[in-house]
Structure formats: C-alpha cells, structure tokens
C-alpha cells in the first residue's frame, strides 16, 4: 500500500513532516534510483527502495524479534521508576512510528528471565494471547523446597487435572487449566507447560501446590525456543522458520 513520502520518513525518525520538507531541499532523497523534492510523493514500503543521502533505508513490513529478558526488567514502554525492555532496543526499532506499532506478545514478570516476543504483527499477537488458542509455554522454574518421588506423584497429578490457584494482590483464585511437568536431575528443578496467562500464574501455582518458586525463566513459546546464545538484555530477529513457528 502506498503511503507519501514525508509520512513513511517522518515514521522513520527523520522528523515532523515540516521537517521532511527541509530535507527534500537539503538532502538527496532517492525512490529507486530518482531523487524527490515533493513531499507528497507516493511511495509503497514494501517494493520500493528508499535511499536518504547514500543510505537505505530498512522498511520492514512486519518486525519479530525475540529477547532474553533480564531480571529487575520492566515489560512496559515506560515506567518511571524502572527501566523497560524497550530502553533495551536500538534507536532504530524506537521511531515514532515503531513505537506505536512494536508491542509484546504476553509479558514476563520484573524477576522472571528468559524469552520475550517483540512484533508489530497484531494478528499473530491476537492468535497467540487469545485464551482460545491454547499456545504453550514452559518455564524452567527453581523451586524453595526440593522434591521427594511422593511430591512429584502429588504435583503430577494435580497438574493433570488443574487445581484451584489462590488469589494474590486483589486477582481472583481460579481453577488452571491442565498442565504439563517434566522433572530435572535437581530435585529442586522443574519444567512447567502451561497454556494460559494469568498474573503471576506460574508462582501461584506452586505456592497453591505448598511450594515457593525462586527463579522462573520462560524457555518456549509454542514450538519457539529461546536461543540460549542470546546474553541476557540481548535481541535479535526471528528467521523465517522460527516465525513459521509461532
């Protein structure tokens, strides 16, 4: 779809759209080749190229990207108090125009690690938060109080069937649905699939199964796993495949 010139680079982080009309007199602006002095000049993203004084510009279409989210770490856009995973992003993914168009899909709590979706894909945000789709997600949780074979029989079966989570901070207790747990070689470890959302699901889970978690890390989401090669506070974007995922 076409859009004007001076609307696509101020979008671009090159300015209100006065000051476009400054930079088509100032700077050498080219459309696949041919230099534009109109700011009305109607452009299509996605099959034309842009150059702004020799450089390209990087219109995507659709943005995915995947972080390790680090602990002490807020999934907002702004917090006044803490620092939020946008801040983590280059200036390039924080333009005007990106900023109202790159959300999360699902959050993570301040203290909880590990993947986190970025995307300015709202239909594919909408299939995997809606609480009709089910999507999968697993945390690699530690646990306060290491399990003997007796609990793990007991929490397996609970799981199974979903059980009544307590309430917390003014949310409602609420029966989860079944979930999956798959024992590590720590007796303290585990991995917990679930596919619902609820505020702070995971921790109250296991605070209604008698235990406290002490690290929770969300490792995949849907077929999508977090790549472990990714430092902490570290993004990159999703190739084909991995978006194929999803």
């Not at 995507?60 to 989210?69: A, E, Q």
């Amino acid at each position: 779809m076409s859009q004007r010139i001076d609307k696509i680079l101020s979008h671009e982080g090159f300015g209100s759209r006065k000051d476009i009309k400054k930079l088509l007199r100032q700077a050498e602006v080219l459309v696949n080749g041919k230099q534009i002095y109109d700011p009305a000049t109607q452009v299509n993203p996605e099959t034309d190229k842009i150059l702004v004084d020799g450089q390209e510009l990087n219109l995507h279409t659709n943005i995915y990207l995947m972080m390790n989210k680090p602990k002490h770490v807020v999934c907002s856009n702004k917090d006044g108090e803490h620092q939020t995973v946008f801040d983590l992003l280059d200036e390039t993914l924080r333009t005007p125009y990106l900023i109202e168009k790159l959300h999360l899909v699902g959050r993570l709590d301040m203290d909880t690690e590990g993947l986190l979706l970025f995307t300015t894909d709202g239909e594919l945000t909408h299939r995997l938060i809606s609480p009709k789709s089910n999507c999968p997600k697993t945390y690699f949780v530690r646990l306060e109080n290491p399990l003997t074979e007796d609990l793990k029989k007991q929490y397996e079966e609970k799981l199974k069937e979903g059980f009544l989570v307590p309430e917390e901070d003014h949310e409602a207790e609420f029966v989860c649905l079944p979930s999956t747990i798959k024992f590590t070689e720590n007796a303290d470890e585990v991995l917990l699939t679930i596919t619902e959302g609820k505020y702070h699901q995971v921790k109250r889970m296991f605070r209604g199964l008698g235990n406290k978690v002490i690290y929770l890390k969300r490792i995949s989401m849907n077929k999508l796993s977090l790549d472990e090669t990714l430092a902490l506070g570290e993004y990159r974007e999703l190739t084909e495949e991995e978006i194929s995922l999803l």
